[in-house]
């Protein structure tokens, strides 16, 4: 394509505007401390208009990278590196998060985002503590913009400008791909939101009372991306990489799954400080925690630290920059909670051993052992390559070992927790609401036990929790209804149903929650334990059953497409009549082969094929085929869309209690 | 005239017919050889990849390993003596699974070591929560007297 001069050097005026937005950045950062230092208070306001500067100028300049993508302008070395000009338009913008340079682009880009939202929100709601919050975000924007600017720069040029790019890695060129890094980056940063109100809360001794609203709101908010992030994320696995899995406890994987759940502790446990007014310190440290993990998750990913520790060591560059951010963060941030923590105190006491705010430590004891675990099997063959030089192995038959038995606590939790009142359980009550759930969750399991005989014992120990949570949750609810019921009446069942659920969204919203982890559950249960292969060579007409299912391969065909040379494979699911079409592709320019998975679904199960590689010559070619019938795979994405749902439920539900609040004292004077 | 139609009516039943045929075909079945290599590989790790076990690689180290497991289980070796082989050829960081001794112990212990030492500090945390008194609960306000008096009515 032929660019002209102006347009072709577009990708300089945002390459400037990224330089011009680490200046100011720079200021928001220093503003607050300018103000201080010099007696002028109106220093500090500088931060909101500030925050609007530097995201207006951080979206110039990735507008400008996405142009130079778009209009092929193979004289940036980054577009060079990660398009082609036949690469289709949809992956030519999300090529911009395909690389490294890209990523972390992408990354302060969504927490300009972040700060210009909160700049906007906090004018009205907590203008005086908003320059220090402004400031930490502006501090974690200088950090990432000297990374970008100094060491990892997607604006530079190339000479002489290739003829054309060397294409976006083939396995990137999938729709799962092109949300997956933004989700999850909007998750990681989303987590710098509560981190910068907890800096602030320490900093400016704030009132737990005034941040802790703030700070659950957004770590929910983090929460749900990151939820969303990492769904999407074993979704892209299940249908691209062709081996029938979804998730391989990968360093990568692992990365996003640490600040997953300690975020999910933290969430948990802030309701404890906001209706009981206690944990605050904990709860500071989680936030800090939380927002620590999503950094070394970015810095385990984007520092080639995984490939290998001695080629890290050989050419440190970025990786030795982001664990040096890191190390200031953490020391920074450790050190002003050490110092100021005990400002953030507990105002009150626990009235019970057995009580809702107990529940939630013993959740944060599950979920902070969980992380840590996974933190433990990520980091310690690197630790140890370092140290001693030895090399090991930590897969996922480690991780599954370890993890299966604490999920199985989480959800044992889960089954009693939400029946448990705060303050003081009466433990007579709680027996009696425990006995239908209970009983539900032992049917299942000795089901499960004879059903499926003979089985690892997580199957029957997983049924039976997953049934005994489901019965907690509806017998809950069916109470409330009833209750209601006899307070309204003559009220129709459905309008029963929906004001009971909508009359407390924050608790029902979080059993939506719920009700979607028990659906993932359920999926996981079935994929993991009653997932059935072979691998077979077929010939052209001949059958192959499997798990009462039986698969005609009915030839290949080959064809070019767009980027890619692909080889395409027929088979019939006879008993529905149903095509699947596994494909192999070539992509020439970066001589890769990747692998589509040809999938039927339904709800009960998929059947997943995979096409292998050819045997034999001429007309007497078979075809290795990998087949595999997932039990319940629906389930995890589907939990995944339900948890979604529900914490949208939960979130709407602030204004609307406050309202109701004030309705009510003014019926009842 | 009849008969050529008759003919062809047959002959296109018959070619109908042939397209069933696979159905009724003894379907294929997987070399239990196949199986066995691929449940070994499962527990190996393809040392040049990322994290990917044997089994699931597609990279040419991954398909002589496996060609490798082939024969020695033609050969008649069990299961053991194949990953032995590998474990001597690599070390441990062949296992996907990392060993319970040598340089995998920690990383055995540490988790119950964990679970048990957080589980028992939030224990005297809130033993120790529970037993200070919780400063006296404050007088309800005249607004919270009427809603609970406003309740109480509604309920009658």
């Not at chain 1, 990568?252 to 007014?277: K, Y």
């Not at chain 1, 034999?616 to 085929?625: F, P, S």
């Amino acid at each position: 394509m032929f660019l002209s001069g102006f347009e072709f050097n577009l990708v300089e005026l945002g390459h400037f505007a990224a330089y011009l937005a680490f200046a100011v950045a720079l200021v928001m950062a220093l503003a607050p401390a300018a103000a201080h230092f010099f007696h002028r208070p109106e220093l500090a306001r500088v931060g909101v208009n500030a925050s609007i500067a530097v995201f207006v100028l951080t979206t110039l300049g990735g507008l400008a990278m996405i142009h130079a993508f778009v209009t092929d302008n193979f004289s940036v070395q980054y577009v060079a590196t990660n398009s082609n000009s036949k690469l289709p338009l949809f992956y030519k913008v999300s090529a911009l998060w395909g690389g490294h340079e890209g990523s972390l682009y992408l990354w302060v880009w969504v927490l300009t985002l972040y700060t210009v939202v909160v700049g906007l929100h906090g004018r009205k709601h907590y203008p005086d503590r908003l320059p220090t919050i402004l400031a930490v975000q502006g501090a974690l924007m200088v950090g990432f913009f000297g990374l970008i600017l100094f060491l990892s720069n997607p604006f530079l040029r190339l000479f002489p400008m290739p003829p054309d790019g060397r294409d976006l890695n083939p396995l990137l060129q999938d729709p799962g791909m092109v949300f997956h890094p933004p989700m999850l980056y909007l998750g990681y940063v989303g987590f710098s939101v509560p981190f910068a109100f907890a800096m602030a809360a320490l900093i400016t001794r704030w009132k737990s009372e005034y941040w802790i609203a703030h700070i659950r709101r957004w770590a929910l908010i983090a929460w749900g991306f990151l939820t969303t992030g990492i769904i999407l994320g074993g979704w892209w696995a299940y249908y691209e990489l062709g081996w029938g899995g979804y998730w391989a406890w990968d360093p990568v994987e692992n990365a996003s799954f640490m600040p997953w759940l300690v975020g999910t502790a933290l969430v948990h446990s802030i309701t404890v400080q906001e209706r009981r007014r206690m944990l605050h310190a904990w709860n500071i440290f989680l936030v800090i925690t939380a927002f620590s993990l999503s950094l070394l998750g970015t810095f385990l990913v984007r520092s080639g630290v995984l490939s290998s520790v001695h080629a890290f060591a050989v050419d440190p560059g970025r990786g030795a920059y982001i664990l040096a951010f890191m190390t200031v963060v953490l020391t920074v941030s450790f050190s002003i909670f050490l110092a100021r923590g005990r400002y953030q105190e507990a105002e009150e006491g626990m009235t019970s051993m057995l009580s809702r705010e107990s529940m939630f430590v013993w959740n944060n004891v599950v979920f902070t052992v969980a992380a840590a675990c996974v933190l433990l099997g990520t980091l310690y063959p690197l630790a140890l390559e370092a140290l001693s030089g030895d090399k090991i192995t930590v897969g996922a038959p480690y991780f599954n070992a370890v993890m299966v038995p604490i999920f199985l606590a989480a959800l044992l939790l889960m089954a009693v927790a939400p029946l448990v009142p705060w303050r003081k359980a009466n433990p007579e009550r709680l027996r009696s609401r425990l006995l239908v759930p209970v009983a539900l969750g032992l049917t299942a399991g000795v089901v499960m036990l004879v059903a499926a005989w003979p089985l690892h014992w997580t199957g029957p120990v997983a049924a039976a929790l997953i049934a005994f949570v489901s019965g907690t949750i509806f017998t809950d609810y069916a109470r409330a209804v009833r209750q209601r019921r006899v307070q309204h009446p003559g009220e129709l069942l459905p309008r029963s149903l929906a004001r009971t659920l909508l009359g407390n969204r924050r608790h029902y919203g979080g059993m939506i929650v719920h009700l979607g982890i028990i659906a993932i559950a359920i999926g996981l249960t079935g994929s993991g334990l009653f997932r059935l292969e072979k691998s077979v060579v077929m010939a052209p007409g001949e059958v192959v059953e499997i798990g009462g299912e039986r698969l005609r391969f009915d030839g290949v065909r080959s064809f070019q497409r767009d980027n890619y040379f692909t080889v395409q494979g027929q088979f019939t699911l006879l008993d529905r009549g149903v095509v699947v079409l596994p494909e192999r592709r070539r992509y020439p320019v970066q001589e890769m082969p990747t692998t589509e998975s040809g999938i039927h679904t339904t709800i009960w199960r998929d059947v997943y094929v995979v096409i292998a590689d050819p045997v034999g010559e001429g007309n007497q070619t078979k075809w290795g085929v990998h087949v595999y019938v997932n039990p319940l795979i629906q389930w995890i994405w589907g939990g995944g869309v339900i948890a979604l749902f529900g914490l949208g439920v939960t979130l709407t539900s602030r204004r609307r209690t406050a309202r109701d609040a004030v309705a009510a004292t003014a019926a009842a004077s | 005239m009849n008969k050529t139609w008759l003919r062809l009516a047959v002959c296109i039943c018959g070619l109908l017919l042939s397209f069933t045929l696979p159905v009724w075909a003894e379907p294929v079945q997987e070399d239990p050889l196949d199986r066995e290599v691929l449940e070994i590989a499962k527990d190996l790790r393809c040392t040049v990849c990322q994290n990917q076990p044997v089994a699931e690689s597609n990279a040419d180290l991954a398909k002589d390993m496996r060609q490798i497991i082939r024969e020695q289980l033609v050969a008649g070796k069990t299961r053991a003596e194949i990953v032995d082989y590998f474990v001597a050829r690599y070390g441990d960081y062949v296992l996907m699974k990392p060993p319970t001794e040598r340089a995998g112990l920690l990383l055995w212990i540490i988790p119950p070591l964990l679970l048990i030492t957080l589980a028992l500090l939030s224990w005297v945390f809130l033993r120790q929560r529970s037993r200070t008194s919780p400063p006296p609960a404050a007088a309800l306000s005249k607004q919270d007297q009427a809603r609970v008096r406003a309740a109480r009515q509604q309920q009658d």
